[in-house]
């Protein structure tokens, strides 16, 4: 649908056309001024990779975090279907294919999938990522089948991601339907969603984005993950952040109501606020109230992000983000620690060794 041939038999015949449509003449000779405005496959280097760094340079940054667009569901789906053969193969098949686009340009940092469907597996899988060129482990925001994503046999995974400097991220996507689709159900016309379809979600399945990863983040907390791995970063992409000071203060509640009966929360060394601030770090959406979020949660944990080439991150994201950042402290604006956090700091903090080479 988002290609405008809906029901072509022929998928390598539509992106030769595609292809064909970027390289012309119209299309090149306003591709840095239409940069923000042209989205998903009309999107400069949206599927063509020697394409991409090109609008790196139109937008503006020195890198780029680089996701799959459509297989979240599917990955999260394989992994929850009981073929561990069929999970880590498509898995590996996926991985491969981010490298593979990803290597035309130091500045395209690869995601990779890792399914915590089965330890052993998980393990092999982490430590074939990091050796094909991983800049992060890629692992579902929601709870693998049959035990917690907390699990100390899951304590590898996290060990060679902490060695190699990489970070284990989350993305919006992760588990299949965002919230019950009972909901969809309540006899009003459907609304469209960004891209005029149904695939993506809407307003009612958005208030549901946050909670498969705070969930499993507040146990990996508690279960004290980030208390063995404190050189581990973690990333929340495409998930907004306006939960974030609700979710902390909640965190801290927990822990004052229950600490007297579990040892595991007497045994953390931080409260779940300070674990927040050293150890994980936020994309919020254009729409959100950074400056807000930022005053509340410490100047450590958002991350700038356009979300290039999804039509979620706005065609002027740092227009958006500026005016919010302005309106902190009463209107005198966010400071230069503020600033250089939100925009370069904390991207270069999450992302460890994999920017090395860019800094």
């Not at 089948?145 to 190699?164: C, F, I, N, T, Y």
Request: hydrophobic share 40%.
């Amino acid at each position: 649908k988002q290609t405008g041939d809906d029901g072509a038999d022929d998928i390598d015949a539509v992106f030769s056309r595609l292809a064909e449509r970027h390289r012309s003449e119209e299309f090149l000779a306003d591709e840095a001024a239409e940069v923000m405005n042209r989205k998903n496959f009309a999107a400069t280097g949206s599927f063509i990779a020697e394409d991409r760094p090109r609008a790196l340079d139109y937008i503006g940054v020195r890198s780029q975090l680089m996701f799959n667009t459509f297989h979240n569901s599917k990955l999260y789906a394989w992994e929850h279907g009981g073929d561990a053969d069929l999970a880590y193969g498509a898995a590996r098949a996926h991985n491969r294919g981010m490298i593979e686009f990803c290597s035309v340009d130091e500045r395209l940092l690869a995601t990779c999938y890792v399914p915590l469907m089965d330890f052993e597996r998980a393990e092999a899988m982490a430590a074939e990522a990091i050796e094909m060129g991983a800049a992060a482990l890629l692992v579902a925001s929601g709870c693998p089948e049959g035990h917690s994503p907390s699990h100390v046999s899951l304590d590898p995974v996290w060990r060679q991601a902490e060695e190699a400097g990489i970070p284990v991220v989350f993305h919006v996507g992760g588990t299949g339907d965002l919230i019950d689709p009972a909901y969809f159900e309540n006899g009003l016309p459907v609304p469209t969603d960004f891209h005029g379809g149904e695939e993506n979600f809407r307003s009612v399945d958005y208030m549901g984005i946050p909670g498969p990863v705070t969930q499993t983040l507040a146990t990996m907390i508690f279960d004290g993950v980030l208390e063995r791995f404190p050189e581990l970063r973690f990333g929340v992409i495409e998930q907004g952040c306006s939960w974030l000071p609700s979710w902390t203060r909640y965190m801290e509640s927990a822990v004052e109501a229950f600490a007297r009966h579990e040892e595991r929360l007497r045994n953390l060394s931080l409260s779940p606020t300070e674990y927040v601030r050293r150890q994980i770090r936020v994309t919020p959406y254009p729409t959100e109230d950074v400056g807000w979020v930022t005053s509340q949660i410490g100047p450590s944990v958002l991350l700038f992000n356009t979300d290039y080439p999804h039509v979620e991150g706005g065609r002027r994201p740092y227009e958006r983000f500026e005016r919010s950042l302005d309106a902190m402290d009463e209107g005198r604006g966010a400071d230069d620690t503020v600033r250089d956090g939100f925009y370069s700091a904390n991207f270069i903090d999450l992302m460890g060794t994999a920017v090395d080479s860019l800094v």
